[in-house]
Structure formats: C-alpha cells, structure tokens
C-alpha cells in the first residue's frame, strides 16, 4: 500500500502563493519507491478532476497541465518521500481541492491512470 497525506492548502489572494507537500509512505512505496512517479491533480466544484502536474523518481522528468506552466513547479525530496507544488501566481480559477497521486509513470498519471491518491487539500483564491 501507498499513503498519501497532503497538507499545505489554504486561502490566499489572487497573485499570492502556496507550497503543498504530499509525504509518501507504506510498505509498497518504501520498498521500491523508484517505481512511482508522483502527481498532483484538482478538482474544482462542479467540475471533473484534471491534471496539473507529475514527476518522475529522480526528478529529472517533469510535466504540467497547459493552465499552470510558468505558475508552479513541481519538486520532490526522495530523502523524505515528499513531493512539492510550489504555486505562484495564484487565480481564482485555481480555487480546488487539489489531491496528491502515485502511479507508474508521467504519461500515465497525466492521462488519470494512478495507483494511489490522498485525502486531498482545499486551495481558495480570492479575487
């Protein structure tokens, strides 16, 4: 099993910023934690869950939904088994609950195919 637990959300103006971190752990992921990629994906009200972002294990691989690039990065410190969205930028339309995922690649994270997803954590951006 993997453990996601998500923490960082919060309410900020527009133009403002936010740091989510997901820790990661369970026996699956501990054991072989090379084989999962890490992602982030949210879901406003109303609407159907949509990609953001996804790393790979060492970091070096990176992808982003159109609407956040040049926004926010997408980091992971695989000494503490946590990964990273640093928001910059901030809009209203970024108000979701964004939720933190584990799966076997970037392309399969991005096209929703993941094995393992957190709680997830409430963003409110004001105008």
């Known amino acids: 099993q993997v453990q996601l637990v998500e923490s960082g959300g919060g309410l900020v103006q527009a133009g403002g910023s936010l740091r989510l971190s997901c820790a990661a752990s369970g026996r699956t992921f501990s054991t072989y934690p090379m084989a999962w990629s890490l992602g982030w994906f949210h879901q406003a009200p109303g609407k159907e869950r949509e990609f953001v972002a996804a790393?790979?294990?060492?970091?070096?691989?990176?992808d982003y939904a159109d609407s956040v690039k040049g926004r926010f990065t997408i980091s992971r410190d695989n000494a503490k088994n946590t990964v990273y969205l640093q928001m910059n930028s901030l809009k209203p339309e970024d108000t979701a609950v964004y939720y933190c995922?584990?799966?076997?690649?970037?392309?399969?994270?991005?096209?929703?195919?993941?094995?393992?997803w957190g709680q997830g954590t409430q963003v409110t951006v004001s105008s």
């Open positions: 995922v584990a799966g076997s690649t970037i392309t399969t994270i991005k096209r929703g195919t993941y094995d393992y």
């Open positions: 790393i790979n294990w060492s970091g070096g691989s990176t």
